[in-house]
């Protein structure tokens, strides 16, 4: 046990993307105190275990750090994601993390970061090197690590596998690719995208892959989701696009042909109707890259592989000779319940807009930062559970478009939407290009469909 106790206004459980974000806000919109905790070396969570190969789905302008740019701010030339903004590389997000621990964090004197370190119910932190354990006595608890990410190589397969048989999670798959000609990628989420594009842009045969896919996932099209003043009238019209689907389907198919028709949504396989929907984001270069791969296997999933042959809830197929398994079977973002936020002395950090963690946990240190009541900041931060199946999409619009009401109500929210980094919508509205006939035309749209919408929503859910 370490001399003396710490006494703070925030103990941060967890130093990954949201709790960085939470701290991040709160470092500079209060005078707060924090001490952070984690069990990996250094800030940014996941991204210390990711494949390197990895790249955020979403443009790098709005992820991250509300007080510090990610990325350059520039539009990719070349590649599968030409002409739209730049993805960031798993190493550039784990140096905006990292610098602004080292830059902004600890030199505010109002920070202070235990790595490999473990936080116990009772608030002490143990290190996981020395076992010297810290007191600390905190106002509230912050916990950042709700969410329960799962990716590959912290979480290893739940099937079986023989000994003599060559499987690696996709961080190990740039070192020993080429010692094999043939490619088991199991897991049909963004990390089996991913790396069947890894594969099939670095030479591989398509016919040399197989893709185990239980089930198909519907996937937004990033060209939807930019920054930048000049993609705002296509941001506007997907805004739009999606309350009209949600209006006038009539099933929940309904909706997600209507969003396929309009662009918003893709599938990798048109003949084949999508089971699932996990927030991943695809160029429509990377979904022509992926329906080079013809031998896809929807036969469930995996229950053991030996050497010659794989077997499924649902039938098997042979093993070749030098095959690879490349497990991308971790369940990434895990659906799991919601709790309220702010629940007395105990904060616990969930998405309040979906599929976007950093902006979700900005918020809701915002609204601490600037709210008392407790029913207040749980009715402006309403939490969303992430997505598994179709379905979740139609519950978390039901959440957004609540939320989107209530914070129009607070013009403190509409405020810091506005200027917030973060947020790719908000801070355009303003612009001379939110003035266009063609950008009132998609507000004027969404404006008409969105009573009819949040009608619909529960009919949909009850089905």
Known sequence: MSDGIIETDYLIVGAGATGMAFADSLLHETQATMVMADRRHRPGGHWNDAYPFVRLHQPAATY????????SGQKDRVGLNAGLYELASGQEVLSHFDLA???????????????????????????????????????????ATYSQMQIPATHPPTYEVADAVARVPPNDLPRVAQRHSAYVVVGAGKTAMDTCVWLLTNGADP?????????????????????????????????????????????????????????????????????AYHCALLSEGEIEQLRRIRNIVRLGRVQRISVDQVTLADGAIPMGANTLIIDCSAAGTPTRPTVPVFAGDRITLQWVRFCQPTFSASAIAHVEATYIDEVEKNLICA?????????????????????????????????????????????????????????????????????????????????
Not at 233 to 254: K, M, V
Request: aromatic share 6%.
């Open 383 to 463: 939490p969303i559970a992430p997505p598994t199946v179709p379905k979740d999409w139609v519950r978390m619009m039901a959440v957004e478009f609540q939320t989107r009401q209530v914070w129009a109500e607070h013009p403190d929210m509409v405020s810091w939407q506005a200027t917030t980094r973060l947020d790719p919508f908000t801070s355009h509205v303003r612009s001379p290009t939110a003035a266009t006939p063609e950008v009132a035309a998609h507000l004027q749209r969404y404006a008409a469909n969105t009573g009819q919408a949040v009608e619909r929503i529960q009919h949909l859910l009850a089905q």
């Open 207 to 275: 016919d040399s892959i197989r893709w185990i896919m239980p089930r198909d996932s519907w996937v937004v099209n990033r060209a939807c989701l930019q920054t930048g003043e000049e993609f705002f009238p296509r941001l506007a019209e997907s805004i739009a696009n999606q309350t009209e689907a949600l209006a006038t389907g009539r099933s929940l198919d309904d909706v997600f042909l209507h969003l396929e028709v309009m662009g918003e949504v893709m599938r990798i396989d048109p003949t084949v109707k999508p089971e």
């Open 64 to 71: 991250g750090l509300p007080s510090r740019p990610l990325g």
């Open 101 to 143: 621990m080292q830059q902004q964090f600890l030199p505010s004197g109002r920070v202070q970061f235990f790595p490999m370190s473990e936080v116990g119910e009772d608030g002490v932190i143990t290190s996981l090197l020395s076992g010297e354990r810290q007191i600390v006595r905190a106002k509230k608890v912050v916990d």
